[in-house]
T-cell receptor
Framework: DAGITQSPRYKITETGRQVTLMCHQTWSHSYMFWYRQDLGHGLRLIYYSAAADITDKGEVPDGYVVSRSKTENFPLTLESATRSQTSVYFC?????????????FGPGTRLTVT | QKEVEQNSGPLSVPEGAIASLNCTYSDRGSQSFFWYRQYSGKSPELIMFIYSNGDKEDGRFTAQLNKASQYVSLLIRDSQPSDSATYLCAVNRARGADGLTFGKGTHLIIQP
């Protein structure tokens, strides 16, 4: 049972390039999330999705695009990468049950923008 | 702005002692509270969650919630060197399943 996977695990790209980070979960969770983690800021929510074709902005959405055509996949695209987007990106998923839910994280993608 | 505050540490605790980690949050509408453990270079791992005032115990871990004081804590009994990690406090945003707000984490060091 793979759970939640992310690819690539490491990526180096140049300023201005488009890059897509992939996230795939095998639990059939309805909810999926993208966070970035930076020293001094902790984990911050970029985008989230409640179901296929339903997405919404989080705390730091600028410069990012998401889509969710299938329940199990939630790709994150940086349309024109900037150095400030150098970070570790985590995907997470959860299944809401009443007023409680627990989020489980993927292994992360370390992105460097040069 | 919703905030979650943690002492960044490092918090140094002798092996076998109780480690006490604290967290305060600003949004009174927060409904769910989580503790994640994160080893260096790894992803956050959920270790405890609590939704009601009081204590919740799971093995060596106890989570404590006081909504009136907007305070969450995590106790680790019989601390082991393998407990050395960064512990992240997270709360759900009041609207429900729309993401977690995280504190910046407390770095815990268990001294053998």
């Amino acid at each position: 049972d793979a759970g939640i996977t992310q690819s690539p695990r490491y990526k180096i790209t140049e300023t201005g390039r488009q890059v897509t980070l992939m996230c795939h979960q095998t639990w059939s969770h309805s909810y999926m999330f993208w966070y970035r983690q930076d020293l001094g800021h902790g984990l911050r929510l970029i985008y989230y999705s409640a179901a296929a074709d339903i997405t919404d902005k989080g705390e730091v959405p600028d410069g990012y695009v998401v889509s969710r055509s299938k329940t199990e996949n939630f790709p994150l695209t940086l349309e024109s990468a900037t150095r400030s987007q150098t970070s570790v990106y985590f995907c997470a998923s959860s299944e809401l049950a009443g007023r409680r839910y627990e989020q489980y994280f993927g292994p992360g993608t370390r992105l460097t923008v040069t | 702005q919703k905030e979650v505050e943690q002492n960044s540490g490092p918090l140094s605790v002798p092996e076998g002692a109780i480690a006490s980690l604290n967290c305060t949050y600003s949004d009174r509408g927060s409904q769910s509270f989580f503790w994640y453990r994160q080893y260096s270079g790894k992803s956050p791992e959920l270790i405890m969650f609590i939704y009601s005032n009081g204590d919740k115990e799971d093995g060596r871990f106890t989570a404590q919630l006081n909504k009136a004081s907007q305070y969450v804590s995590l106790l680790i009994r019989d601390s082991q060197p393998s407990d050395s990690a960064t512990y992240l406090c997270a709360v759900n945003r009041a609207r429900g399943a729309d993401g977690l707000t995280f504190g910046k984490g407390t770095h815990l060091i268990i001294q053998p």
